[in-house]
């Protein structure tokens, strides 16, 4: 059984910054990649980027390049999530997941997900 754990989630004001973890399985998948996603109320998960763990190869959306940044801790078994510049637009509740081998954009793909995290910026 695999399960990931999501925190760090909270307010902040606008042009502020927030750090997510997603706690990995202490044993897990030696090839595999993580992918944050979110979702807004009534709206669609979204992709939001994706590492990959052996690498530290990191892909991102769009709408969050050059503002968000992901990295893992391979000690802590740890996938990071660092949000600078926060919008409004950001507020959503953000989920970690993982597949085996290569990320993606699709959730679909994605076999293991955490419980999700709320963050919402206030202006």
């Known amino acids: 059984q695999v399960r990931l754990v999501e925190s760090g989630g909270g307010l902040v004001q606008a042009g502020g910054s927030l750090r997510l973890s997603c706690v990995m399985p202490?044993?897990?998948?030696?090839?595999?990649?993580v992918g944050w996603f979110r979702q807004a109320p009534g709206k669609e998960r979204d992709f939001v980027g994706s590492?990959?763990?052996?690498?530290?190869?990191?892909y991102y959306a769009d709408r969050v390049k050059g503002r968000f940044t992901i990295s893992r801790d391979n000690a802590a078994n740890t996938v990071y999530l660092q949000m600078n510049s926060m919008k409004l637009e950001d507020t959503a509740v953000y989920y970690c997941?993982?597949?085996?081998?290569?990320?993606?954009?699709?959730?679909?793909?994605?076999?293991?997900w955490g419980q999700g995290t709320q963050v919402t910026v206030s202006s």
């Open positions: 997941a993982a597949r085996r081998y290569g990320g993606s954009d699709n959730a679909r793909l994605y076999e293991y």
């Open positions: 202490a044993r897990t998948f030696t090839s595999y990649a």
């Open positions: 590492i990959n763990w052996s690498s530290g190869s990191a």
